[in-house]
T-cell receptor, first 107, second 124 residues
Framework: DIQMTQSPSTLSASVGDRVTLTCRAS??????LNWYQQKPGKAPKLLIY???NLQSGVPSRFSGSGSGTDFTVTISSLQPEDFAVYYC?????????FGQGTKVDVK | QAHLEESGPGLVKPTETLSLNCAVS??????????WGWIRQSPGKGLEWLGT???????SYNPSLKSRVSISVDTPKNHFSLKLSPVTAADTAVYYC????????????????WGQGTLITVSS
């Protein structure tokens, strides 16, 4: 299975900050990388697919980049509703695997 | 826009069979570009894809579950189901049903939308 590693595990930030989260794959996955956001007690929600494509309805302050083994998601100006856990997921090969998540919390 | 909602027993005894249903509304489950899957989330293992059923009824499962898992579709009821047997305490998790937009390796494939999730506890 392809292993997905996210860093950091927790990121403390303030409203208005620019934040960048990182995901690394254990092998080359091209751009087959999705990002999800999960809030407490809720299901994950798709944010970005194929590394850099914003899902419909997702604010433009979110952006994704990367290819091969290294990927990032950036929030250009953190908003109160963005405090959540973010997961990456490789869609290159079965079984699709997820990272362990990065929690963005209040500094 | 598809809406998914899981239903299940909440508590299952070890060695028994876990059965979950996912009701789909807003779209026909039989639409040939829609695929349907199950994902679970536990503190120990995080998010884990369990399997997907594709149009025509073919299935793909996570090898980690070996032969314990099966997914089926009930077209007249517009829902799909998961069976996992036999269960152990390690199967305690929140189970989500999801739309899977394509096969792994397709240019665009992702999970979404998701149901709200249902907590399943395996205990005697």
């Amino acid at each position: 299975d392809i292993q997905m590693t996210q860093s950091p595990s927790t990121l403390s930030a303030s409203v208005g900050d620019r934040v960048t989260l990182t995901c690394r794959a254990s092998q080359n996955i091209g751009n087959f990388l999705n990002w999800y956001q999960q809030k407490p007690g809720k299901a994950p929600k798709l944010l970005i697919y194929a590394a850099s494509n914003l899902q419909s309805g997702v604010p433009s302050r979110f952006s994704g980049s990367g290819s091969g083994t290294d990927f990032t998601v950036t929030i250009s100006s953190l908003q109160p509703e963005d405090f959540a856990v973010y997961y990456c997921q490789q869609s290159y090969s079965s079984p699709g695997t997820f990272g362990q998540g990065t929690k963005v919390d209040v500094k | 826009q598809a809406h998914l909602e899981e239903s299940g027993p909440g508590l299952v005894k070890p060695t028994e069979t876990l059965s979950l249903n996912c009701a789909v509304s807003g779209v026909s489950i039989n639409w040939n570009t829609y695929y349907w899957g199950w994902i679970r989330q536990s503190p120990g293992k995080g998010l884990e894809w369990l399997g997907t059923i594709y149009s025509g009824g073919s299935t793909s499962y996570n090898p980690s579950l070996k032969s314990r898992v099966s997914i089926s579709v009930d077209t007249p009821k517009n829902h799909f189901s998961l069976k996992l047997s036999p269960v152990t305490a390690a199967d305690t998790a929140v189970y989500y049903c999801v739309r899977h937009s394509g096969h792994f390796g397709d240019t665009y494939n992702w999970f979404g939308p998701w149901g709200q999730g249902t907590l399943i506890t395996v205990s005697s």
